[in-house]
């Protein structure tokens, strides 16, 4: 990767897709052993809660970091492609899954569903720069919101 921030962001890179990767896998886990979507949309709608931790703030200012070094160096550009599609294509997969099991009912293209619902997560870092106990929670509850009407829950 040659320079120390590219190396940097490389490893920044795959900690991430590992920790992204993780939470999908134990979401899958989840689904395989329940009989309701609703609970499959409140799993998910618990992360997005979950945004608001110290944690997860920290990790989306590494990933913000880790995009912008991605800009200067095509080999951590392509690694965070390469994540980034691998952690989309885990996620569709998994709606793919319970829309198959009769759990969800996604409204609108699968792609175009888990692309908006992960961007949504990233995108949270405004929210984060802003600092504001009100817009946070105004921005978890339509956030909550939005992950519900797409995923269309089946019970």
């Known amino acids: 990767v040659g320079s120390r921030d590219g190396r940097i962001a490389a490893a920044n890179s795959q900690k991430i ?12 886990k989840f ?7 609703q609970q499959i949309v409140d799993f998910i709608k618990a992360a997005v809660r979950d945004t608001s ?11 913000a970091g880790t995009f912008a070094a991605g ?6 550009s392509q690694a965070l492609k390469d994540a980034e599609a691998k ?10 899954y319970a829309r198959g099991r009769n759990l969800l009912n996604p409204r609108e ?6 692309t908006v619902i992960s ?3 990233m995108g949270r870092i405004v929210i984060d720069v802003l600092n504001d106990q009100v817009i946070d929670e105004a921005w978890v509850e339509v956030a909550c919101d939005v992950v519900q009407g797409l995923l ?3 019970s």
Do not use: C, M, W, Y
């Open 71 to 76: 800009r200067h160096s095509e080999i951590v």
């Open 87 to 96: 952690n989309l294509e885990d996620f569709t997969e998994l709606v793919e």
């Open 109 to 114: 293209p699968l792609v175009g569903t888990v």
């Open 17 to 28: 897709h590992e920790e992204l990767n993780s939470g999908i896998s134990d979401l899958r």
């Open 53 to 63: 931790s110290t944690a997860r703030r920290d990790t989306r200012q590494i990933r």
């Open 152 to 154: 269309g829950p089946v």
């Open 119 to 121: 961007s949504l997560l």
């Open 31 to 37: 689904a395989e052993s329940i009989t309701d979507g």
